[in-house]
């Protein structure tokens, strides 16, 4: 992993990383030194694991805590930041490689004007857009011949709660065509829930389907390039945290990955999974999608059921290349194989990589988890003065232990607070998420997959009460 890594930066000379969270980019720090960050967010973990200088943030320069999405990546290269990018990138010689969590607009259009100054390593926003709508999975599954939850595609404008309720039964999930992190993304169990959802997108065509009961599951995926075609591998799972309310106030939100307790999964979960992922990226190279890719799956009664394709890096993506790197032995890299794809077509070194790594690396068991924080659902101020670094759990309290920005450097019952740790008097938007807690083991309770065990409830809870997050009306401003 480290060879190939050292040969991309001797190579190819500039690397950066741009998504909406500075701390994705540790884990790919670590095995290929990245010269500059893009990002959203901006926490007090930022300066432990890289430079303030070559950190380039929104939040940063406006000081408020979003929800955030890759538009604002988008809109903030129009403005400051972007002007502030691209000239420090015209005083850099050679290329400038950008590993993106997705693409935008804005950079391609850079990319076609300098196309001997910058390479984007991400699909093309036509194709993210493409793959992200969730009603042509949907539509596809049965062509691909993959499990299926019964659906309707329609706009609850014209059809009523109770027309759903004897097709599908209740409670039912209803899906906006975009949408990420659960946004946009509704459990009705009631006809009043159906009608509010009715009077705010009477016109809106939707998914609707049938809600099953049981857990969540993400996987990353990639596809390269072969001789005879696009190849799709598939890396182990994690069970996905979803809605849990120590976390988040909406039903749906994202909250997290368990690696860990993945570990436990059926050998016949495991098959489904890779089927499935196999498949569908086979489905999406015919298109022309190359690189990482995510995908969403719900298993119920033993069946694995795919429910939606996340056509770029994941947050979870980086808690993978992170755990993925504890394995010394591992030669295969999924990020790595990202790069490779993008560049064999000029590079037989890399083409030579590809070729000959191991995919059942990919599939090897991972140890670690993270749970995402979210402020829930009020306009608040952080009062806290909150260290990042890494804890130990002691008489059910966190005591800081050290400075530390990876779960690799956590040992036995160690926690990780990191990615975004707010500082005291940031304003922070409703379901802005707060930071993560990593860790070495399992969080989730190993019965339901779904609930969190005792102790993380506790260290949740010790979180939260160090940020101190109150009213905004009820702050008391820095002097």
């Not at 992200?132 to 539509?139: A, F, I, R, S, V």
């Not at 009608?195 to 599951?217: C, H, V, W």
Request: with cysteine; aromatic share 10%; net charge positive.
């Amino acid at each position: 992993m480290k060879k190939i890594a050292s040969y991309l930066k001797e190579k190819y000379g500039s690397w950066g990383w741009m998504g909406q969270r500075a701390h994705d980019a540790e884990g790919i720090d670590r095995v290929l030194p990245l010269d500059f960050i893009i990002s959203c967010n901006h926490g007090t973990d930022t300066p432990i694991y890289f430079s303030e200088e070559n950190v380039f943030s929104v939040e940063k320069e406006n000081g408020v805590r979003r929800d955030w999405s890759n538009e604002d990546l988008n809109a903030s290269l129009k403005g400051k930041i972007g002007r502030k990018i691209f000239s420090r990138w015209s005083n850099i010689d050679g290329q400038i490689n950008l590993l993106c969590y997705r693409s935008v607009k804005k950079l391609e259009n850079y990319e076609q004007a300098f196309p001997h100054k910058l390479k984007i390593y991400a699909a093309p926003v036509r194709l993210k857009k493409k793959f992200d709508n969730k009603l042509l999975l949907c539509k596809n599954l049965e062509k691909l011949s993959l499990p299926l939850i019964p659906f309707i595609i329609d706009r609850p404008g014209r059809i009523t709660f109770q027309e759903v309720k004897e097709r599908l039964s209740a409670p039912f999930v209803v899906q906006s065509p975009y949408g990420s992190s659960g946004s946009n993304t509704y459990v009705i169990r009631k006809k009043n829930d159906f009608n509010r959802l009715k009077n705010t997108y009477p016109e809106q065509t939707m998914a609707i389907r049938k809600y099953i009961d049981g857990f969540s599951l993400n996987v990353n995926g990639v596809i390269v390039s072969q001789k005879n075609g696009p190849v799709t591998y598939c890396s182990f799972p994690s069970l996905q945290i979803t809605g849990t309310p120590e976390c988040s106030n909406l039903p749906k939100a994202y909250c997290g990955n368990d690696y860990a307790s993945a570990g436990s999964l059926g050998k016949d979960i495991i098959e489904q999974v890779k089927k499935s992922v196999e498949t569908i990226g086979s489905w999406m190279g015919e298109s022309g999608f190359r690189g990482i890719f995510g995908m969403d799956f719900i298993v119920g009664d033993g069946q694995v059921y795919p429910v939606e394709i996340n056509p770029r890096f994941q947050n979870s993506t980086s808690l993978f290349t992170t755990l993925e790197s504890m394995q010394r032995s591992r030669k295969a890299s999924l990020f790595l194989l990202h790069i490779a794809e993008f560049l064999q077509g000029e590079d037989k070194n890399l083409r030579n990589y590809i070729k000959t790594f191991d995919p059942e690396e990919l599939m090897q068991p991972l140890k670690g988890s993270q749970i995402i924080l979210h402020n829930k659902l009020s306009k608040n101020i952080v009062t806290g003065e909150f260290i990042p670094g890494i804890y130990k759990i002691k008489d059910n309290k966190l005591k800081f232990a050290k400075s530390g920005a990876s779960v690799t450097q956590c040992s036995g019952d160690e926690v990780l607070i990191t990615c975004g740790v707010p500082k005291p008097f940031t304003p922070v938007e409703p379901n802005a998420p707060l930071c993560k807690i990593q860790v070495l083991k399992p969080v989730l309770d190993p019965e339901n997959k779904r609930e969190f065990n005792e102790i993380i409830k506790k260290v949740i809870s010790n979180v939260y009460d160090k940020l101190a997050l109150v009213p905004e009306k009820n702050a008391v401003c820095k002097a």
